[in-house]
C-alpha cells in the first residue's frame, strides 16, 4: 500500500521535525496536539525552521508557503481517520501512548499502518493496544529531525514484510537513510550512545575533568559534533534519565543505570537547554 497521506500526533520538538520534513517531501500532512495553544507553537516551530532554511538560501519562499500549505493543524484525533500512516510522537509515557494508540484504532482504516517515535519503549506492547498489531512499528527519527540523516526502523514479531517494506520506502522518500533493527530497548543508536553518555556523566560526577575537558576530548578525539555533556543537554536529562531507566529495567546491566548526579539534576529541575540550564547555561 502507498503512503498518500500522513499524521502526526504531538508537535513537540520531535513531531515538528517529523512534520516538516513530511511536508517538505510532498506528503500531506494533518498534525494533532491538544490544544489550540499547542498546535500554533507547534506549527510555529516548523515555520520557525523553514524560514531559517529560506534565510540560508536552502529554500525559497515559495517552497515554504508550499509546505506550510501541505500542513493541516487539528486537535481532534478524528481528523486523522484517512491517514494511511500515523506517526505518534508524544512524550514518552506508555500509558499515554497505549490509550493515544487504542483510540486511534478505532479512528483510522483498518488498512492505516502505525508507527510510534518512541527511544526506548517496547514497541511490541504499544501494539498490543491495537487489532492492527501486523501494522504496527516504529520510525524511530533523531533529534535535530531535519539534520539527523538517519531513521531507525523498528519492527516487532508481529510485524508484516509488507508494513515494514513501506514504512523503509517512506523513510527513504523524506530523505533519510533507514536501518533496519528489532524491537531491542534502544534499538541500535540508544544501545550504544546511552552508555557512553551516561559514563560521560559518571566520569565529571567523579571528578575526572571539568565538563569542558571533557567535551572538548570527545570532540577533538573522536570527532563528535558535540561533546557527551553538551550532548545530554541537547537531549534534555529528564529524556535521558527516563530512557536509562527504561533500559535498565530491560537488560539489568550497570551500564544504563542513571548515575547519581543524573538523577539529582532532574530533581532539580537542570534539565539542559530546554530550561536554559543543565551541564551548562543557556542565555535566552
Ligand atoms: N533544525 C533545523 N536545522 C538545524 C537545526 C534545527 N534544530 N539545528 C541545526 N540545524 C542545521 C543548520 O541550519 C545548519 O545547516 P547548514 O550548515 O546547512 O546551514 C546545520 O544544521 C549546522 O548547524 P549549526 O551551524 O547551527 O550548528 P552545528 O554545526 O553546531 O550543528 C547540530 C548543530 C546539527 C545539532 C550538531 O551539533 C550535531 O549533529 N549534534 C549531535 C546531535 C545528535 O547527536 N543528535 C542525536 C541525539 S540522540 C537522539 O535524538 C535519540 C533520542 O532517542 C535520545
Redesign the pocket.
Known sequence: MGIQKVGVVGCGQMGA?IVEITAKAGYPVVVREISEELVEKGVGRVRK?LD??VS?G?LSEEDRDAVMGRITPTTSLADLADCDLVIEAVIEDKELKMQLFSELDGICKPEAIFCTNT??LVVTELAMATRRQERFACL?F???V???KLVEVVRTILTSDETFETIFEFAKAVGKTPVAAVDSSGFI??RL?IPYLLDAIACYEQGLATREDIDTGMKLGCGH??GPLE?CD??GLD??YH?AEIMFDEFREPRFAPPGLLKRMVLAGRLGRKTGRGFYEYGG
Open positions: 521535525g525552521s531559517r532554511a540560508r536552502k527511544s526506548s524511530h533523531f533529534n535535530p531535519p539534520v539527523m543508536v540508544n550512545l559534533p558535540m550532548l541537547f537531549i529524556t535521558m530512557v
